[in-house]
């Protein structure tokens, strides 16, 4: 039991200890997307070479080993494009895309020969620069990695290696030397705002939940990221699960809570095995337990899976889920935390906004404050992806302008082929399905909280998803539409019956059948429904097709008026065509076409006659030349 | 004919069994129907009507609440699923790098729709989901629990030939 002072202090030398002997740790990245990319096959490659080679090979540290390379694998180090990712430490060497096949050089020439595998370095596109260590790619330079630091370096299944690098040192100072009123304090005055969406004062929140009293008080952590197109909570909790722990055990002191729920996305099965293994093994330890670090005072935690419900980010619908409901909100006030779980006072916060707790614990509010701006200091993590030559996870401060995201970090924008090209650029969708769009405009605005509402999208979650200029922004409004409709708990009539017309509405304008009415009744019905929902997922509903509106009015109207899609995106607004210079004029195309639409002599190019065609694609299937186009 | 429908007795017999010791490890506490519903279904690959009749009985909750819970949340299957569930990302950047033509391709090859997502053989479901939240491998498909990423219709195409040339082997 850890109910002495010096315990922790223990298990780091302990650990140091065992760190000792070795000469070389190779890291490799077993995020999901390394994973997918072959990274466990990578390991086990590497492992074989190591030992064919002489060495010992260390997965797991004991005490007094006597192993030479310790082979760990760490959560997502976020380039997910360029994995597998392996790093060689101490020289922090990084390769790319590497493959079980190059185990044999990468041990030799960089273990045995003290070289670099020069085909396996980054090279940088923009510049042609070869990049040696991590911290020379532009991708990861550019960044300011405070919440990600740890993620994608340490093995996140071993509380010992967290434990040596400071983790839950934070924790033992909250339970151990502060009252629940400091850690309130504390927080509120380094400024952290919820990163779920909102941006509400994290200790403001908490200091609300401290004054309720009741027997009885509950944390939830809400790791049920569902806003498609980000994955940084996913990365979180696979990459670094004892941080964010910490950060729960921390917010259990500072409301007097002696218990917490972890509710994960049931689509993260990693993460939830992860953030399962922690908890356990922090009990073990009895960090976690019926006396946390002496205080007498007892905290535990469970894992939850969600079940797949969008809704149930939303926090009474999240409560719901946990009571064995069907997730569905409640209208706010009560506020959870006069009246949460089983009608207790609850926090719940974001994994994002939990990791940074023990930070601010450790390094005070003022260090917190150094970065970022007045309103919205510290970090953010976004998930940069789309039509983006580096798409992954990136931390950049609060402010950070659009322009050094996509450009800089993001190397440019791409084409629909995945070339780099420099007039590409369309706009960026920040906050999923309920944020909006920003444009040309808005790359030099700084990236906060506030200016972000003032433009009218959300920092939401910080997914961030770039579009070139092949992207239709009809669809993309009928996309997130589409999402949210789905995902609408049908409670409220606003958000059940509104998302189902406007989606209508928008199918109208796509296939070309709108008239000079639909644009008109699609912003009232959109400002009814944003008005009128009960809860944030209806609310927020709209903003997709208000910023489209807003941004790309000449979109709709080209649509409507002039029955085409500007991008050339709309299959049913496509004009059909033949090209003259693929036709062979075989003529079996208007053989096929049973509204006689295409004419043509025998081995000439033919033609099709827009106005009769149906579009039913016919033709394009018997063509052998691919000729046919925009059908 | 009477061995026959013993075998379907007993299998009853075994399949409650199994439903009791979830129910047990719960203690029979209706807070906890979903992750006992989940434990169910991964016993069972979907909700049979009578299994959910029967944890409502020994909850002591109506059946219309169990199926409330279990039609409510996407992950739980009221229909039997194939061998091989295929989960399509519908993403944000799944979407605007092309997922939408996997998944036409994908139900055009195994002859499924969204209603009927099922191949008759049983081997193949086909779902579209959300976010797999593996968006820096746009677009993202999943056989069971294997990560496909960068996925072309051509290259889905290959990946269920090779499922279906393995289990004609």
Same mark, same amino acid.
């Given at each position: 039991?850890?109910t002495?002072?010096?315990?922790?202090?223990?298990?780091?030398?302990?650990?140091?200890?065992?760190?000792?002997?070795i000469?070389?740790?190779?890291?490799?990245?077993?995020?999901?997307?390394?994973v997918?990319?072959?990274?466990?096959?990578?390991f086990?490659?590497?492992? !074989?070479?190591?030992e064919?080679?002489?060495?010992?090979?260390?997965?797991t540290?004991?005490?007094?080993n006597?192993?030479?390379?310790h082979?760990?694998?760490?959560?997502?180090q976020?380039?997910?494009?360029m994995?597998?990712?392996?790093?060689?430490?101490?020289?922090?060497?990084l390769?790319?895309?590497?493959?079980a096949?190059?185990?044999?050089?990468?041990?030799?020439?960089?273990?045995?020969?003290?070289?670099k595998?020069?085909?396996?370095?980054?090279?940088?596109?923009a510049?042609?620069?070869?990049?040696?260590?991590?911290?020379?790619?532009?991708?990861?330079?550019q960044?300011?990695?405070?919440?990600?630091?740890?993620?994608?370096?340490?093995?996140?299944?071993d509380?010992r290696?967290?434990?040596?690098r400071?983790?839950?040192?934070a924790?033992?100072?909250?339970?151990?030397?502060?009252?629940?009123?400091?850690?309130?304090?504390?927080?509120?005055?380094?400024?952290?705002?919820?990163?779920?969406g909102?941006g509400?004062?994290?200790?403001?929140?908490?200091?609300?939940?401290?004054?309720?009293?009741?027997?009885?008080?509950?944390?939830?952590?809400?790791?049920?990221?569902?806003d498609?197109?980000?994955?940084m909570d996913?990365s979180?909790?696979?990459?670094?699960?004892?941080?964010v722990?910490?950060?729960?055990?921390?917010?259990?002191?500072?409301?007097?809570?002696?218990?917490?729920?972890?509710?994960?996305?049931?689509?993260?099965?990693?993460?939830?095995?992860?953030?399962? !293994?922690?908890v356990?093994?922090?009990?073990?330890?009895?960090?976690?337990?019926?006396?946390?670090f002496?205080?007498?005072?007892?905290?535990?935690?469970?894992?939850?899976?969600?079940?797949?419900a969008?809704?149930?980010g939303?926090?009474?619908?999240l409560?719901?889920?946990?009571?064995?409901?069907?997730?569905?909100?409640r209208?706010?006030?009560?506020?959870?935390?006069?009246s949460?779980?089983w009608?207790?006072?609850?926090v719940?916060?974001?994994?994002?906004?939990?990791?940074?707790?023990?930070?601010?614990?450790?390094n005070?509010?003022?260090?917190?404050?150094?970065c970022?701006?007045?309103?919205?200091?510290?970090t953010?993590t976004?998930?940069?992806?789309?039509?983006?030559?580096n798409?992954?996870?990136?931390?950049?401060?609060?402010?950070?302008?659009?322009?050094?995201?996509?450009?800089?970090?993001?190397?440019?924008?791409?084409?629909?082929?995945?070339?780099?090209?420099?007039?590409?650029?369309?706009?960026?969708?920040?906050?999923g399905p309920?944020?909006?769009?920003?444009?040309?405009?808005?790359?030099?605005y700084?990236?906060d909280?506030?200016?972000?509402? !003032?433009?009218?999208a959300?920092?939401?979650?910080?997914?961030?998803?770039?579009?070139?200029?092949?992207?239709?922004?009809?669809?993309?409004?009928?996309?997130?539409m589409?999402f949210?409709?789905?995902?609408?708990?049908?409670?409220?009539?606003p958000?059940?019956?509104?998302?189902k017309?406007?989606?209508?509405?928008?199918e109208q304008?796509?296939?070309?059948?709108a008239?000079?009415?639909t644009?008109?009744t699609?912003?009232?019905?959109?400002?009814a429904v944003?008005?009128?929902s009960?809860?944030?997922?209806?609310?927020?509903?709209p903003?997709?097709?208000?910023?489209?509106?807003?941004?790309f009015?000449?979109?709709?109207?080209?649509?409507i008026?002039?029955?085409?899609?500007?991008?050339?995106?709309?299959k049913?607004l496509?004009i059909?065509?033949?090209?003259?210079?693929l036709?062979?004029?075989?003529?079996?195309?208007a053989?096929k076409c049973p509204v006689?639409?295409?004419?043509?002599?025998?081995?000439?190019p033919?033609?099709?006659?827009?106005?009769?065609?149906?579009?039913?694609g016919?033709?394009?299937?018997?063509?052998?030349?691919?000729?046919?186009?925009?059908v | 004919?009477?061995?026959?429908?013993?075998?379907a007795q007993?299998e009853q017999?075994?399949?409650?069994?199994?439903?009791?010791?979830?129910?047990?490890?719960?203690?029979?506490?209706?807070?906890?129907?979903?992750?006992?519903?989940?434990?169910v279904?991964?016993?069972y690959?979907?909700?049979?009507?009578?299994v959910?009749?029967?944890?409502?009985?020994?909850?002591?909750?109506?059946?219309?609440?169990?199926?409330?819970v279990?039609?409510?949340?996407?992950?739980f299957?009221?229909?039997p699923k194939?061998?091989?569930?295929?989960?399509?990302?519908?993403?944000t950047a799944?979407h605007?790098?092309?997922?939408?033509?996997?998944?036409?391709?994908?139900?055009?090859k195994l002859n499924?729709t969204?209603?009927?997502n099922?191949?008759?053989?049983?081997?193949?479901?086909?779902?579209?989901?959300?976010c797999?939240?593996a968006c820096?491998l746009?677009?993202?498909m999943?056989?069971?629990e294997?990560?496909?990423?960068?996925?072309?219709p051509?290259?889905?195409?290959?990946?269920?030939?090779?499922?279906i !040339?393995?289990?004609?082997?």
């Amino acid at each position: 039991m850890l109910t002495d002072m010096q315990t922790l202090e223990l298990i780091k030398q302990g650990y140091d200890k065992a760190v000792k002997p070795i000469q070389h740790r190779i890291i490799i990245c077993a995020g999901t997307g390394c994973v997918a990319n072959g990274s466990l096959k990578v390991f086990a490659a590497l492992k !074989k070479e190591v030992e064919a080679n002489g060495l010992t090979a260390v997965v797991t540290l004991e005490e007094c080993n006597e192993g030479q390379i310790h082979l760990s694998k760490s959560g997502c180090q976020g380039f997910c494009q360029m994995g597998p990712l392996v790093t060689v430490e101490p020289e922090g060497i990084l390769y790319v895309k590497v493959k079980a096949e190059d185990a044999a050089e990468i041990i030799k020439t960089t273990l045995i020969d003290k070289s670099k595998v020069e085909r396996l370095l980054y090279v940088d596109p923009a510049h042609g620069q070869v990049c040696h260590t991590q911290k020379e790619i532009p991708f990861y330079a550019q960044q300011k990695r405070i919440e990600l630091g740890d993620c994608g370096y340490i093995d996140p299944e071993d509380i010992r290696e967290y434990i040596a690098r400071g983790g839950y040192y934070a924790a033992r100072r909250a339970y151990a030397k502060m009252t629940a009123q400091q850690v309130c304090e504390e927080i509120t005055a380094s400024g952290l705002r919820g990163r779920g969406g909102g941006g509400f004062p994290t200790g403001k929140k908490w200091a609300l939940t401290l004054q309720q009293k009741s027997d009885k008080k509950y944390v939830v952590c809400n790791g049920d990221e569902g806003d498609p197109g980000a994955f940084m909570d996913r990365s979180l909790m696979e990459g670094n699960p004892h941080r964010v722990l910490e950060g729960i055990m921390i917010a259990g002191r500072a409301i007097e809570a002696d218990f917490a729920y972890v509710y994960v996305r049931a689509e993260y099965p990693l993460a939830v095995e992860r953030v399962r !293994k922690a908890v356990e093994d922090a009990r073990a330890l009895g960090i976690l337990g019926a006396d946390v670090f002496g205080s007498g005072m007892a905290f535990d935690c469970e894992v939850m899976e969600g079940a797949g419900a969008f809704v149930c980010g939303e926090e009474t619908a999240l409560m719901a889920s946990i009571e064995g409901q069907r997730g569905m909100p409640r209208p706010k006030p009560p506020f959870p935390a006069q009246s949460g779980l089983w009608g207790k006072p609850t926090v719940i916060n974001n994994v994002e906004t939990l990791a940074c707790v023990p930070l601010i614990i450790t390094n005070g509010p003022g260090w917190y404050r150094e970065c970022g701006t007045q309103g919205s200091p510290g970090t953010k993590t976004f998930a940069l992806t789309g039509h983006v030559a580096n798409t992954g996870l990136i931390e950049v401060p609060f402010g950070s302008t659009l322009r050094k995201i996509v450009f800089d970090i993001g190397g440019g924008v791409t084409d629909t082929t995945g070339e780099i090209d420099p007039d590409a650029f369309k706009a960026v969708q920040i906050g999923g399905p309920s944020g909006g769009c920003l444009i040309n405009e808005h790359l030099d605005y700084p990236l906060d909280f506030d200016t972000v509402k !003032k433009i009218g999208a959300m920092v939401g979650s910080g997914g961030l998803v770039v579009m070139n200029n092949k992207t239709c922004m009809v669809q993309i409004a009928h996309f997130f539409m589409r999402f949210t409709q789905n995902e609408s708990c049908g409670k409220c009539i606003p958000c059940r019956e509104g998302t189902k017309q406007m989606l209508l509405l928008l199918e109208q304008i796509m296939e070309g059948k709108a008239t000079a009415k639909t644009l008109d009744t699609l912003q009232t019905l959109a400002e009814a429904v944003q008005k009128g929902s009960l809860c944030g997922l209806g609310k927020t509903a709209p903003n997709p097709v208000l910023s489209t509106l807003n941004y790309f009015r000449h979109e709709y109207e080209a649509h409507i008026f002039q029955k085409r899609c500007p991008a050339g995106a709309c299959k049913a607004l496509a004009i059909p065509e033949i090209s003259a210079e693929l036709c062979k004029g075989c003529g079996f195309c208007a053989k096929k076409c049973p509204v006689g639409a295409i004419t043509g002599e025998r081995k000439q190019p033919h033609k099709i006659d827009a106005d009769k065609c149906i579009r039913c694609g016919a033709c394009a299937q018997a063509c052998k030349f691919n000729a046919v186009a925009g059908v | 004919m009477c061995s026959s429908c013993c075998n379907a007795q007993q299998e009853q017999v075994r399949r409650f069994e199994k439903v009791c010791r979830i129910l047990d490890k719960h203690q029979h506490n209706p807070s906890r129907l979903i992750p006992i519903l989940q434990e169910v279904q991964k016993e069972y690959r979907y909700l049979p009507e009578e299994v959910m009749a029967f944890i409502a009985t020994s909850l002591g909750v109506s059946p219309a609440k169990v199926y409330g819970v279990a039609s409510f949340y996407a992950n739980f299957a009221l229909k039997p699923k194939g061998k091989y569930v295929i989960h399509i990302c519908e993403g944000t950047a799944c979407h605007v790098k092309g997922s939408g033509k996997i998944k036409d391709a994908l139900f055009k090859k195994l002859n499924v729709t969204p209603e009927n997502n099922t191949t008759p053989d049983m081997l193949f479901t086909v779902q579209p989901v959300s976010c797999l939240g593996a968006c820096g491998l746009a677009p993202v498909m999943t056989v069971n629990e294997e990560v496909h990423g960068q996925v072309t219709p051509e290259a889905a195409m290959v990946i269920i030939d090779e499922i279906i !040339k393995k289990e004609r082997n």
